[in-house]
């Protein structure tokens, strides 16, 4: 196998098993994050990853269930779309805490005045793997459930979502 090969399998291992002790406390919001993001990856709430999908008229499956009423769901649809709104929370806290703990990381390296690349490219790798696989997940999710809606119903999010508080922006 080629070192490449190995180096990015030893990335993806430590992905899932990043859960080392760090000695920034915990409650503490990592350098490179908002304390906003933060607060929604441990809430179980996406930060802004569904915004592109949400923009252009996919729909986030937890406010369609949400407006199951104003959509007119049939049964079917509210079958395929409650698991659907369930795993948004679900992987956006898998994903979220991996994150939030792989910034720490990050953080740590830096105020231990750690000198080797290897273990940045490692660090920094680790947390775009994590979050490029939280918005892919996301954005699918949209996609997904946009297949189940029909024009009329995605015509009435689109309006639904526009006229909400806060003007549309992912809850």
Not at 63 to 87: F, G, S
Not at 103 to 108: A, N, P, T, Y
Not at 126 to 147: D, E, Q
Request: aromatic letters at 8%.
């Amino acid at each position: 196998m080629k070192i490449c090969n190995v180096w990015k399998l030893s990335a993806l291992a430590s992905l899932f098993f990043s859960h080392a002790a760090y000695s920034q406390p915990v409650g503490e919001v990592p350098s490179g994050m908002s304390a906003a993001e933060v607060e929604s990856y441990q809430s179980s709430k996406p930060y802004n990853e569904l915004l592109p999908a949400e923009t252009y008229g996919y729909p986030d499956p937890r406010r369609v269930v949400e407006w199951q009423i104003q959509l007119e769901l049939t049964d079917e649809q509210l079958k395929k779309l409650r698991p659907m709104a369930n795993r948004i929370g679900r992987e956006t806290a898998l994903y979220g805490k991996k994150i939030i703990a792989n910034e720490r990381l990050l953080d740590d390296f830096f105020r231990k005045g750690e000198t080797d690349p290897m273990a940045l490219a490692n660090r920094v790798e680790n947390i775009g793997l994590l979050r490029w696989r939280l918005r892919f997940n996301l954005l699918s999710i949209c996609v997904s459930a946009r297949a189940i809606l029909t024009e009329a119903q995605l015509k009435t999010y689109r309006e639904l979502r526009n006229s909400s508080p806060g003007g549309g922006a992912a809850k």
